[in-house]
């Protein structure tokens, strides 16, 4: 059993940074791994980014590419989201999530079997 929670969200302008930060605490052993997803309003929830724990490997998908980067945070069991350039449209509720790695596809939603509650990010125009 693994519990994460978000923090961090908030409103900023367009081009502007903002960083999240994901606590995990359970049975963080060595294969879990830390996903981050969004969803916007009237749309599906996205692929983020992710963390393999052990090995701190990181994979994004194209839309974040460079301007998103994760990262183990300075205390034990934290993961940061940092969040560069940000734009309009990358106003969604954001969302932590943990699972073991099981060499299968790291971007879909079935591989994480823990989420936390989300935390909302506004970036106005």
């Known amino acids: 059993q693994v519990r994460v929670v978000e923090s961090g969200g908030g409103l900023v302008q367009a081009g502007g940074s903002l960083r999240l930060s994901c606590t995990a605490s359970g049975r963080t052993d060595s294969s879990i791994m830390i996903g981050w997803f969004r969803q916007a309003p009237g749309k599906e929830r996205e692929f983020v980014g992710v963390?393999?724990?052990?090995?701190?490997?990181?994979y994004y998908p194209d839309s974040v590419k460079g301007r998103f980067t994760i990262s183990r945070g300075n205390a034990g069991n934290t993961v940061d989201l940092q969040m560069n350039s940000l734009k309009p449209e990358d106003t969604a509720v954001y969302y932590c999530?943990?699972?073991?790695?099981?060499?299968?596809?790291?971007?879909?939603?079935?591989?994480?079997?823990?989420w936390g509650q989300g935390t909302q990010v506004t970036v106005s125009s």
């Open positions: 999530a943990a699972g073991y790695y099981r060499d299968r596809d790291i971007r879909a939603e079935a591989e994480y079997d823990y």
């Open positions: 963390i393999r724990w052990r090995l701190s490997e990181t």
